[in-house]
């Protein structure tokens, strides 16, 4: 059974710094990218981060610089740390592993931590 199961969240103020953790089991980890979404209340989920088994990494534009993702293959975990928190980074962050195909498939799904940031 494919479990991803997420920590670290919590309440921040702005301008502080969160880890996330997304410990994964029950797959082949390496053969699956690694992504973090978000979703803010009432707005869609969103791709903020992701990385390939080769550890190359993709952001989103509004976490570039601030944001950083990585991966433990070993201990079959994926990170986001997160710097210089805004209040618009409130949301739910979920864990999914991405088979790259073609075509793009986000396979499994953790059931998401909860972040918020106080202004």
């Known amino acids: 059974q494919v479990q991803l199961v997420e920590s670290g969240g919590g309440l921040m103020q702005t301008g502080g710094s969160l880890r996330l953790s997304c410990a994964a089991s029950?797959?082949?980890?390496?053969?699956?990218?690694m992504d973090w979404f978000r979703q803010a209340p009432g707005q869609q989920r969103e791709l903020v981060a992701s990385?390939?088994?080769?550890?190359?990494?993709w952001l989103e534009d509004s976490v570039k610089g601030r944001f950083t993702i990585s991966r433990d293959n070993a201990h079959t975990t994926v990170y986001l740390q997160m710097n210089n928190l805004k209040p618009e980074d409130t949301a739910v962050y979920y864990c999914?592993?991405?088979?790259?195909?073609?075509?793009?498939?986000?396979?499994?799904w953790g059931r998401g931590t909860q972040v918020t940031v106080s202004s």
């Open positions: 999914a592993a991405e088979n790259p195909g073609p075509p793009v498939r986000y396979e499994y």
């Open positions: 990385i390939s088994s080769y550890h190359h990494t």
């Open positions: 029950g797959l082949a980890f390496t053969d699956y990218a």
